[in-house]
């Protein structure tokens, strides 16, 4: 459904609502990995509820690249927290910052993630954006037409890389994504495409 997204006055007329919350561009690179990471029990539907994606990656004939978390022996890890030895909490909340394992390393951030058969949804903590920013990037549906055009802070992990060559306009983009849905920011889109 639709909403306004420009900012709203708060209650006394005298600021914002959110003006207590930080700037979403001042959170860590890796928050996700950070003390306070909030991650929700999905069970076996792999679909967020705090978000939306698109329905055909619920279903696991459609072969969904998905950000699946694994176990690194030597060191504590994102994966031990979520396993919790085979007891899935409804609620986990990271109590320590976590390195980085695999692909964990190469993302901006994480929508839902897989620990064995089971989903993950990873609430982002609340900050607010900026109605107007520099350098805004467009982005748009995974079809090219205008509708569903908008434009994007580069800075936040908006949107998702299509590479092209620009010397062929009718080759379809390709994709270096981790995973179905993954959201990056504007360089880290160039690098990847870079690398293709």
Not at 73 to 94: A, F, K, Q, S
Request: hydrophobic share 30%; with cysteine; charged share 25%.
């Amino acid at each position: 459904s639709w909403r306004d997204p420009f900012p709203k006055s708060d209650l006394t007329g005298a600021g914002y609502i959110g003006d207590k919350y930080p700037l979403c561009v001042d959170l860590p690179h890796d928050m996700f990995l950070r003390r306070g990471a909030k991650y929700r029990l999905l069970g076996g539907n792999p679909m967020p509820q705090l978000m939306k994606d698109n329905p055909n990656y619920g279903s696991e004939d459609n072969n969904i690249a998905r950000m699946v978390i694994t176990d690194d022996p030597t060191r504590p890890d994102l994966y031990d927290v979520l396993h919790n030895g085979g007891t899935y909490e409804p609620i986990v909340t990271l109590t320590t910052n976590l390195q980085c394992h695999l692909d964990e390393c190469h993302v901006d951030t994480v929508r839902v993630v897989r620990v064995d058969d089971v989903y993950y949804e990873y609430v982002r903590p609340p900050c607010v954006e900026f109605a107007f920013y520099e350098n805004g990037q467009m982005i748009t549906r995974h079809h090219t037409e205008w509708k569903g055009r908008m434009c994007a802070n580069p800075l936040l992990p908006q949107g998702r890389e299509a590479c092209l060559d620009l010397n062929d306009r009718y080759v379809n983009a390709t994709h270096n994504h981790i995973y179905e849905g993954e959201r990056m920011t504007y360089q880290t889109a160039v690098d990847r495409c870079a690398v293709d």
